[in-house]
C-alpha cells in the first residue's frame, strides 16, 4: 500500500466551476499536510498546508482534513483556466514527506 | 529574494560520465531534499539533510551521492553507475525536518545519451 494515494485523473472541469480533489494516506501518525501545484515542465508550488482536523480557506481554495477517515481533500472554487495542472497531496513522514503521484486538473473555458 | 537555486536549467551528458547538479539557499534553512521525477509519475526521495555534515539515503539512492559541507548549499551527483540518470531533479528544503513543508527549487532537467 502506498502511503499517500491520489486519483491520477484527469479531472475536467468547466470555468467557474468547483474541482474537487482527493488524497488519502496510510500512517495514522501523520500530522501536517500539504497541496502543491505544479504546471507542466515546472517544480512544485506549496499552495495549502493543513494541520487540524476540519476546513482551512485561503482565497478560492479550501483545504479539508479528516484524520479518523485519513483522507484529506483541496477545493478550488470559481476555477480558472490557469488553475489547469498536477496537484501533489504530501503527508509528514518520520524524516520527511511522502508525496502522491498529483492529480492532473484540466479547467475548460 | 529568498529562495532555492539550481543550476543548470537543463544539462546534457554522455552515458559514463558523472555529473554534479547544484542546488543552493539562502532560506536559512537547516534540512534539504533532493527528488527525482520521471514523466508522469510522482516525486521520488533520493537524499536528505538534516544538519550540516549529515545526510541520509532515501528511496532510490544508488548511483547519486550528495554532500551538505555548507548549509546553503547541498550538491547532488550523478555517478556513471546510476543506470537510468535521464529524468527532472527537484532540490527543496525545510526549516526542519520533520512537519514543516518543503520548498522547491526550479529543477534541473538531466538527459544523458
Known amino acids: 500500500q502506498k502511503e499517500v494515494e491520489q486519483n491520477s485523473g484527469p479531472l475536467s472541469v468547466p470555468e467557474g466551476a468547483i474541482a474537487s480533489l482527493n488524497c488519502t494516506y496510510s500512517?495514522?501518525?501523520?500530522?501536517?499536510f500539504f497541496w502543491y501545484r505544479q504546471y507542466s515542465g515546472k517544480s512544485p508550488e506549496l499552495i495549502m498546508f493543513?494541520?487540524?482536523?476540519g476546513d482551512k480557506e485561503d482565497g478560492r481554495f479550501t483545504a479539508q482534513l479528516n484524520k479518523a477517515s485519513q483522507y484529506v481533500s483541496l477545493l478550488i472554487r470559481d476555477s480558472q483556466p490557469s488553475d489547469s495542472a498536477t496537484y501533489l497531496c504530501a503527508v509528514t513522514g518520520a524524516n520527511n514527506l511522502f508525496f502522491g503521484t498529483g492529480t492532473r486538473l484540466t479547467v475548460i473555458p | 529574494d529568498g529562495g532555492i537555486t539550481q543550476s543548470p536549467k537543463y544539462l546534457f551528458r554522455k552515458e559514463g560520465q558523472n555529473v554534479t547538479l547544484s542546488c543552493e539557499q539562502n532560506l536559512n534553512h537547516d534540512a534539504m531534499y533532493w527528488y527525482r521525477q520521471d514523466p508522469g509519475q510522482g516525486l521520488r526521495l533520493i537524499y536528505y539533510?538534516?544538519?550540516?555534515?549529515?545526510?541520509q539515503k532515501g528511496d532510490i539512492a544508488e548511483g547519486y551521492s550528495v554532500s551538505r559541507e555548507k548549509k546553503e548549499s547541498f550538491p547532488l551527483t550523478v555517478t556513471s553507475a546510476q543506470k537510468n540518470p535521464t529524468a527532472f531533479y527537484l532540490c527543496?528544503?525545510?526549516?526542519?525536518?520533520?512537519?514543516?513543508?518543503?520548498?522547491f527549487g526550479p529543477g534541473t532537467r538531466l538527459t544523458v545519451t
Open positions: 539533510s538534516q544538519i550540516v555534515n549529515d545526510f
Open positions: 527543496a528544503s525545510s526549516i526542519g525536518p520533520t512537519g514543516y513543508e518543503q520548498y
Open positions: 493543513i494541520y487540524s482536523n
Open positions: 500512517d495514522r501518525g501523520s500530522q501536517s
